[in-house]
């Protein structure tokens, strides 16, 4: 594979946006784990509060969050599944629903003899009183006195935990810095913040993402989240570690209209965690233990029964067994549709990057092949190639092939031939180092699909070229394969072909370029 001009800036482009990738008072309190799994508990359910109208589905069986056997029932269930501790969400002292019931909760833990430990998420967000400095350095106080000094009560990195959400409803990093030098003024707390502003990292030891289930492949948000810390822990000289967030899924499409993300028989939770394991956690955030109305639970319930009870067991062992490791060739998916399997980091960049719609079926197995003089592992998709480069650093140690170009060379065609544009139509992009232009129907299709770098929504136009690589040509008739002639464009790696007569969103689709190179 020689480097053209064009390779030498795609991957010029591509090192751009490379990211080079209290002393506690409570002596009783213990970590869990050295990898601790800490999941989201909720004891605000009441029997009046189970209905399908507001909630995709019920648990089995409907409880109140405060019954004694409701509690231990929970504790057992979480320390069974592998779960280190219960973040139970807490409006302060004075809101004494919750309160004694995230007491009884610890208290019942203790009791139990298990290892379980309960956390405190206070949640300024969501209760007035709570939002000032005041008001939650009062209830901090409350906090250490009823809780953080009793048995029972989480700690990471020996320090006693402290969750909070959503910073801007109390204010900006300036006035939580205010609230920690009042209320922890000798960093004795490890407080973990669930905000994608990684800015709060100055006053919170770590953040995490409460929801990844906006992201359309489960290990697209993490790479976001890994992306960003790598960038803030670089430009701060600092060490912040790196939380993952697992989730079974979500729903609260009858409680708000929001968002769906299906659970796909499991497999969602497993990509998940498989993330966790891969980008070596330090700590598992698991949202949730028994949150109904985002349908994001993993307690027993009427639709799935104990399944994710028992794949949090399995998938919390592998995490602290495999944290941190390759995943292993053995660990592989089959797809009986071209009879060929993918392992490893190829399976696991196949996941994150789109999948099926973007790389293909599997055309060949994983082997070396000679690519500039040194060997790599590759395997052919119907789409594009994969290569496997482990000088480089995540997320570049899986680099795509230039197919679109390669396939061009094939069929003896020079790009360079092309007819060229000096300028795009309005509502077009143009792109002056191959001198082509990008328009409808291609232009959407090319914005919604990218490589996952900068941590923001959506796509950049930086991460679209990382995918699909500069055009090559305008769009331009072609017969394809299937004797039709088409509407298509060349980019470096792929072709994109419109086909009007399919049902939307399969208009546009990706050339079977891998096919196509291993036919030729």
């Known amino acids: 594979m020689t480097c053209t001009p064009i390779m030498r800036w795609t991957l010029l482009l591509l090192l751009t946006f490379t990211l080079a990738t209290l002393h506690v008072t409570a002596p009783q309190a213990q ?4 990898r601790p799994v800490m999941a989201f508990y909720f004891p605000w359910w009441e029997y009046s509060d189970w209905s399908y109208d507001r909630m995709p589905d019920l648990p089995t069986p409907r409880y109140s969050g405060g019954e ?36 009884r909760l610890q208290e019942l833990a203790v009791a139990s003899g298990r290892d379980l430990k309960v956390g405190i998420i206070p949640d300024q967000s969501a209760w007035q009183a709570l939002r000032s400095v005041e008001s939650l350095s009062n209830a901090l106080a409350a ?12 700690t990471f990195q020996g320090r006693p935990v ?5 910073p801007p409803s109390l204010g900006g990093v300036d006035t939580w810095s205010r609230l920690r030098d009042i209320a922890d003024p000798n960093r004795q707390q ?55 967030t697992v989730m079974p899924g979500y729903d609260d499409l009858r409680l708000r209209n929001g968002h769906a993300r299906d659970r796909v028989n499991g497999d969602y939770y497993r990509g998940t965690w498989r993330t966790a394991i891969e980008r070596n956690a330090a700590a598992v955030v698991l949202t949730s233990f028994n949150e109904f109305f985002e349908g994001s639970h993993i307690e027993p319930s009427e639709n799935y029964g104990d399944l994710y009870l028992r794949l949090t067991r399995e998938l919390s062992d592998q995490f602290r067994a495999q944290a941190g490791q390759v995943i292993p060739s053995s ?19 196949w996941r994150e990057n789109g999948g099926l719609p973007v790389f293909g079926y599997p055309i060949t197995a994983q082997r070396g092949e000679n690519i500039e003089g040194q060997t790599f592992q590759v395997q052919d998709f119907e789409r594009n190639r994969l290569e496997l480069h482990p000088e480089n650093a995540r997320p570049y140690d899986v680099l795509l092939g230039r197919l679109g170009d390669e396939v061009l060379r094939l069929q003896g065609r020079d790009w360079q031939s092309f007819a060229k544009v000096d300028s795009a139509p309005s509502g077009c992009l143009y792109f002056p180092e191959t001198r082509h232009s990008l328009c409808e129907p291609f ?5 919604n699909q990218g490589l996952e770098f900068d941590g923001r929504p959506g796509y950049s136009i930086s991460e679209n070229i990382a995918l699909f690589g500069l055009p090559l040509s305008e ?20 072709r994109f072909e419109y086909h009007p007569d399919n049902p939307n969103p399969y208009k546009v689709l990706l050339g079977l370029l891998g096919v196509e190179k291993r036919d030729s």
């Open 31 to 34: 970590s869990a784990s050295d």
């Open 68 to 103: 004694d056997e409701t509690i231990k029932r929970h504790i057992q269930q979480a320390d069974d599944a592998g779960i280190d501790a219960l973040i139970c969400t807490w409006y302060g002292p004075d809101e004494t629903r919750l309160n004694s019931r995230c007491q």
């Open 143 to 154: 906090l250490q006195r009823d809780f953080i000094s009793k048995p029972g009560y989480m």
């Open 162 to 166: 402290v969750f909070w959400f959503n």
């Open 190 to 244: 490890f407080w973990f913040g669930g905000t994608d502003n990684f800015n709060y990292l100055d006053v919170y030891d770590a953040l995490y993402y409460f929801d990844i289930s906006w992201e359309t492949a489960p290990g697209r948000a993490m790479a976001s989240y890994a992306s960003r810390l790598d960038t803030y822990n670089q430009s701060r000289g600092a060490q912040k570690p790196f939380i993952a």
């Open 331 to 349: 660990e592989c998916q089959f797809f009986p549709e071209t009879n060929f399997q993918v392992c490893g980091r190829l399976l696991s960049y």
């Open 443 to 447: 232009l959407s299709y090319w914005r």
């Open 475 to 494: 769009q331009q008739p072609e017969m394809l394969s299937d004797g039709a002639v088409h509407t298509v464009q060349w980019f470096e790696r792929t």
